[in-house]
């Protein structure tokens, strides 16, 4: 393995000052993700979601992003899995982006809840065919035998859809993730970053500089 004591990179593509900043930091990520979008970052609607149990274990994976409200941040997922059965007894979550492409980063804090059953709706009947079967066929987070298990589950999931419209399953959906905390990450050089954090206090969004 090789020394990771050398493995490093100086930032110097851009700068970031909070009088640059919107003054909601919703609308801020808009700027920054749509950027990210045009410089074609790889995923740039991937981040990173951590959930924990009520006793503080916590859990990280990707997700997509794939909505952006005024209130929060979207992502779809099955109803029984391991995040979603943490959400169900944590309400409290983080997210992380990382944009390498642009020096980039923007973790954020809030609260996760279901969105309604029109919204996954809406979102289930433009998905690809095979995502849709998928989402039938995969019981995600619980152990199976074997790849042919799971390839088994998807041939009886498409023999069960055959010329026929694919519903939304009921264990399958979207949450929101509704923000206390936002802050947005610029690498400089010599690991003097810029870090400007938008917290919600008294339902007004207060702007600070952190120190890298």
Same mark, same amino acid.
């Given at each position: 393995? $090789?020394?990771?004591?050398?493995?490093?990179?100086?930032?110097?593509?851009?700068?970031?000052?909070?009088?640059?900043?919107?003054?909601?930091?919703?609308?801020?990520?808009?700027?920054?993700?749509?950027?990210?979008?045009?410089?074609?970052?790889?995923?740039?609607?991937?981040?990173? &979601?951590?959930?924990?149990?009520?006793?503080?274990?916590?859990?990280?994976? #990707?997700? *997509?992003?794939?909505?952006? %409200? $005024?209130? +929060?941040?979207?992502?779809?997922?099955?109803?029984?899995?391991?995040?979603?059965?943490?959400?169900?007894?944590?309400? !409290?979550?983080? &997210?992380?982006?990382?944009?390498? @492409?642009?020096?980039?980063?923007?973790?954020?804090? +809030?609260?996760?809840?279901?969105?309604?059953?029109? $919204?996954?709706? &809406? !979102?289930?009947? #433009?998905?690809?065919?095979?995502?849709?079967? +998928?989402?039938?066929?995969?019981?995600?987070?619980?152990?199976?035998?074997?790849?042919? !298990?799971?390839?088994?589950?998807?041939?009886?999931? @498409? %023999?069960?859809?055959?010329?026929?419209?694919?519903?939304?399953?009921?264990?399958?959906?979207?949450?929101?993730? %509704?923000?206390?905390?936002?802050?947005?990450?610029? +690498?400089?050089?010599?690991?003097?970053?810029?870090?400007?954090? !938008?917290? *919600?206090?008294?339902?007004?969004?207060?702007?600070?500089? *952190?120190?890298?």
């Amino acid at each position: 393995m $090789e020394d990771l004591f050398d493995l490093r990179r100086n930032y110097s593509l851009k700068t970031l000052d909070i009088k640059d900043v919107t003054s909601d930091p919703v609308s801020q990520f808009e700027v920054w993700i749509n950027e990210a979008i045009s410089a074609q970052v790889a995923e740039p609607n991937a981040m990173t &979601l951590s959930t924990s149990t009520p006793e503080g274990k916590v859990s990280s994976r #990707v997700v *997509l992003l794939k909505q952006v %409200k $005024e209130d +929060g941040f979207v992502f779809f997922t099955n109803y029984d899995s391991k995040k979603a059965t943490q959400i169900d007894s944590n309400p !409290y979550c983080a &997210l992380n982006f990382l944009w390498l @492409e642009l020096e980039r980063q923007v973790r954020i804090e +809030g609260i996760v809840s279901k969105i309604s059953p029109e $919204e996954s709706d &809406l !979102y289930f009947n #433009v998905r690809p065919e095979k995502s849709k079967l +998928g989402a039938w066929s995969s019981p995600q987070s619980k152990e199976i035998p074997n790849r042919e !298990y799971l390839d088994g589950l998807m041939s009886q999931t @498409e %023999k069960r859809f055959d010329n026929g419209i694919v519903t939304r399953p009921e264990n399958w959906g979207g949450y929101i993730v %509704k923000p206390l905390l936002i802050e947005f990450w610029q +690498g400089r050089s010599n690991r003097l970053h810029d870090r400007i954090c !938008y917290t *919600l206090e008294n339902n007004r969004w207060h702007i600070s500089r *952190l120190a890298p």
